[in-house]
């Protein structure tokens, strides 16, 4: 039967029982237990749900744009090079609109990451708190067992010590038998205070959870910084290819972007996770305790449950404190008769065995007051279930609001990521298409220098000569109508009526251009 009450149950926040709400499904799309269980795969594929849905969303993305890419490119044109003019790229204003969607995303990034950061540092404080508390305890009832050991050593001194002394038989048996029940109990306190030990030990050994805590909190706030300084690269390279207007720096950005969403929607996806198990935990973090311990020992779930209810369950340290204690008393007792007795024979040469009997005294005293101080702070809950409190807290509070927040800013990184590439899908068009026969680079994406987007003319030739490999149907000859009969007038409609020749029109004046008489 438990004993304990509930006097330090957790109250969740609202932002936790929304996400412990979020669906929990397995693989085959059931509906699987919301309880917080890292060992069973059910639950951790039913808390993962969530996460690959955002991963699923980052795929999807991600195909679509390469879909369309491949059509781009698959396609074929016929161009009217009479009348060509190329599609303007996406206005520099939308550009410049998801670089700042994304840098917002990159702040949010950098909150919810410095949120983890400090809630897991608090949890780690706390358990260092805690761990701290027991080793100090653990020191005390060590120094504690050694002077009780060293106490029942010299009471057993003390034993052969009563005889030669020239005291009445009756005396001197009474004065032995006195100092070997003074040292049975002195072994009695030892062994209680072993027991004391043993449970500290055997049940707290926190420190490596603290450092294998801080060691994972390292890799992950080092990643997620490093992830967020590489796309505020990117940012500055789009920036810097629209201040220039060089298509190039923009092509090599939109297609590092691509990784960039994936890496977003990836992040996305673990961070959502994170959160979603966070608050399954954080729900109700006594029921996940008491249910680890239903397998455990008896003193170790009694001992558990102690420094986690505090005062509603019973100290598994009491009985054995309180034995221990009884027994310092009685030999404290016991000493103070065989000094009386040894006081009443001033003749007798007991010198010795009083500074042996005055020097126990001090000892017990000073073990009795140790005893009591590790009792009223070490074992005692109230610094333990401090410690406790500031670790839920600190785990259930910054770092599920830190999740959050990265996991919205991967989702927003991720979108602002989508709509960028596709802003410069012209720019990947030219990078799977054969470009060679324009000068340079052709229009940038936020070119604002040409508004009309027209491409610019081939070095050497003519703006309306197109490239060998478009197929080209020949000039059409027209007869000239009826009047045209001097020869330059031939020549002078044969020019107006071929789609390529400009030469006739621009090697005479305007002047030259008249016709002949009629007949």
Known sequence: ??????????????????????????????????????????????????????????????????????????????????????????????????????????????????????????????????????????????????????????????????????????????????????????????????????????????????????????????????????????????????????SCTLKLTA????????????????????????????????????????DMSQTYSETVKYFIYCQDCPNPFESDYRTTMESLNTVSNQLFELKTVAERYPNLDLSDVLADIAQLKGSLTDVQTRL???????????????AYKDLIASACGKTIDGAVYTFGAGCVIGFGAFFLIMAVQQHWTRILTDDAWFEGEGTTLLDSRNGSGNRRRRRGGSARTPPSHVQQDPPRYTQPAAGYRRQEDVAMHMAEHNPYQDTYRDSKPREAWGKSDQV
């Not at 980052?58 to 059509?71: D, P």
């Not at 020239?166 to 027991?195: C, F, K, M």
């Open 255 to 294: 297609f590092l972007m691509l990784f960039g969403l994936l890496v977003a929607w990836a992040a996305a996806g673990g961070f959502l996770f994170v959160a979603v198990a966070g608050s399954d935990f954080c729900i109700s973090p006594n029921s996940f305790v008491d249910r680890e311990l239903e």
């Open 1 to 246: 039967m438990d004993m304990c009450g509930n006097a330090s149950a957790y109250t969740a926040s609202s932002l936790v029982k929304q996400f412990h709400d979020f669906p929990h499904k397995s693989r085959d799309f059931k509906t699987v237990s919301s309880d917080f269980d890292p060992l069973d795969v059910t639950y951790l594929e039913g808390a993962a749900f969530t996460g690959a849905v955002c991963i699923l969303a980052g795929s999807v993305l991600f195909f679509m744009i390469l879909l369309y890419l491949c059509c781009c490119a698959c396609r074929k044109h016929r161009v009217d090079y009479m009348n060509y003019k190329s599609e303007p790229g996406c206005h520099w204003g939308w550009a410049i609109l998801f670089v700042a969607v994304c840098t917002c995303g990159l702040g949010l990034a950098y909150f919810g990451n410095e949120y983890v950061k400090q809630g897991v540092e608090a949890a780690a404080k706390a358990i260092n708190d805690g761990n701290q508390t027991v080793a100090a305890g653990q020191v005390q009832v060590s120094s504690i067992i050694i002077d009780l050991d060293s106490s029942e050593q010299t009471l057993l001194n003390l034993e052969g010590a009563w005889i030669g002394k020239g005291l009445p038989t009756e005396v001197q048996q009474s004065l032995v038998d006195q100092t070997i029940e003074a040292r049975r109990q002195v072994g009695n306190a030892e062994y209680e205070a072993i027991n004391i030990r043993t449970t500290i030990n055997n049940v707290f050994d926190a420190g490596k959870y603290a450092e294998d805590l801080k060691k994972y909190d390292k890799w992950r706030w080092e990643g997620t910084l490093g992830a967020l300084c590489a796309i505020v690269a990117l940012l500055c390279l789009i920036v810097l290819g629209v201040c220039l207007g060089s």
């Open 372 to 386: 009591q101080s590790l009792w009223h702070n070490q074992i005692n809950c109230t610094s333990l279930n401090a």
